[in-house]
């Protein structure tokens, strides 16, 4: 009988939740999910110090890595590491871009480039990561220097619930900036996710699954 190979995806905090639903919904019991802090992204320079730090290890137990991540302002960091470690990562510059598909955030960055976006996770926890994170909370004159040039709120909702649009409407009245809405889905995400763990999965005989969304 083959031996299943060992599959890890190696992903950000704040994305824990969508990888953990997607692995389910795809069937994908046997890949591994760890996850790094979500508070990373207030340091971007630290991601990929602690990803090769883990990366050190996971090669030696794991034949094949996903990294969970977008470029995340590492300035080509982490594809570094992908090259080094021949590991692959999620698409595109951050989860804004995955979570849209291949030229949409573009699109929509160029029609107007002064949008603040949320995602799911950032919506959720707005206030602790954003006026607490920044300093707002407790310097109130911050949030002009902040937010005075910024002309919209987008949310990139991936699960459209009732109570995160609630969330993202407080979440834009504080900023005092009018709200929009795009229901993302998982895009890019979700098709990184399942070509990585189908397309390693072995049957008994050897040869490779077809790529596809188990259902």
Do not use: W
Not at 25 to 38: D, I, K, Q
């Amino acid at each position: 009988m083959t031996q299943q190979p060992r599959l890890l995806v190696l992903g950000c905090g704040a994305l824990a939740r969508e990888f953990s639903a997607l692995l389910k919904l795809n069937g994908l019991s046997e890949v591994t999910f760890e996850c790094l802090p979500a508070a990373l992204h207030n340091h971007p320079e630290n991601i990929a110090v602690q990803v090769r730090e883990r990366l050190e290890i996971a090669v030696q137990k794991y034949d094949k890595i996903l990294l969970g991540y977008g470029d995340c302002g590492t300035g080509g960091g982490l594809d570094a590491l992908c090259d080094e470690f021949n590991v692959v990562r999620l698409p595109g510059a951050h989860c804004y871009e995955f979570y849209l598909g291949g030229g949409v955030f573009e699109a929509l960055h160029d029609s107007e480039p002064a949008t603040f976006y949320l995602t799911d996770y950032l919506t959720k926890h707005f206030d602790r990561l954003v006026f607490d994170g920044l300093g707002i909370t407790s310097h109130p004159e911050l949030l002009e220097i902040y937010f005075g040039n910024y002309k919209r709120v987008v949310f990139l909702t991936q699960t459209d619930s009732r109570e995160l649009r609630e969330h993202a409407l407080h979440a834009a009245n504080k900023l005092g900036l009018p709200l929009e809405v795009m229901v993302t889905g998982y895009g890019q995400m979700e098709t990184a996710v399942i070509d990585f763990g189908i397309r390693e999965r072995k049957p008994a005989n050897g040869s490779l699954q077809p790529t596809g969304a188990v259902r």
